[in-house]
């Protein structure tokens, strides 16, 4: 593939994962911040969709105006039915991206989290291991490198939780899978649980922002928050205020759909 396809392809669907997708992208150092600055576009879009809601009476007042002139009664109807159409799409839009988890940015941290799992669960199903050259093509994206043994790693990628970008992972245990987030900027004053139906874990705070470990219910996850913080050196700055992980500018964010090691 060259670069001119790729760029078509991305513009397409900026969120495809086609092989072809993927290791052109890896691959071509020209086309990756495109790929990123794309995808940063389509979910602010998307973001921005949801924020829209038509202003209040406007279907009371639709209403009025097709009631005033009798004499254009056809056209009136028209009008009237076009404009609903309109109003339900938008309403039909809100809902569809409300339901996604593209952009979560009204919801508490810990249910964040237990949705971006629920919307990313196909990773749960990743069983190949990753390559440590992928660990660390990963964090050093965010100006981290490892300093430990992570253990076995079946998925990692970078992810949007809420208004930033993070590190996601998928760990093999005893239950069924783990996840794990890595949360720069996402500053917690202490831990705090993350359950659901299913799934069960915490969020441990740390000196750069945060980290979600979630597995099955049932599963044991004492001391794997700790152990991930350690395993991983993060620059220490005021993550909490810098622009790097937020997906504000988009021309300097580094916004990339999840990817697993090709």
Known sequence: MNCLDFRRRMLADPFC???DILVHE??????????REVRAQEVHLR???????????????????ARFDQRSAVRRRW???AAATVLMTIGVSMVSLFSTSLDRSNVALAQSVINHIEDESNH???????????????????????AGDLGTVN????CVMRKRNGVHLVMPGKMGPITVFFMPGEMTEAEMPVSSAR?????????WGSIAVVGESGESLDGLGERMA????????????????RRGGLATTPLVAQQQDS
């Open 124 to 146: 749960l199903r990743e069983a190949r291991p990753v390559s440590v050259g992928r660990l660390n093509h990963v964090f050093e994206r965010f100006g981290a490198h490892l």
């Open 199 to 207: 799934f069960s874990g915490r969020i441990v705070p740390t000196s």
């Open 79 to 81: 009008w009237y039915s």
């Open 47 to 65: 973001s921005a969709l949801q924020g829209i809601t038509p202003p209040q009476g406007m279907a009371e007042r639709i209403q009025l105006a």
């Open 17 to 19: 994962r086609d092989e």
């Open 230 to 245: 350690a395993a991983v050196d993060w620059p220490q700055r005021d993550l909490a205020g810098s622009d790097l992980f």
């Open 155 to 158: 998925f990692a990628a970078e």
């Open 26 to 35: 890896s691959d071509c150092p020209a086309c990756a911040p495109f790929a």
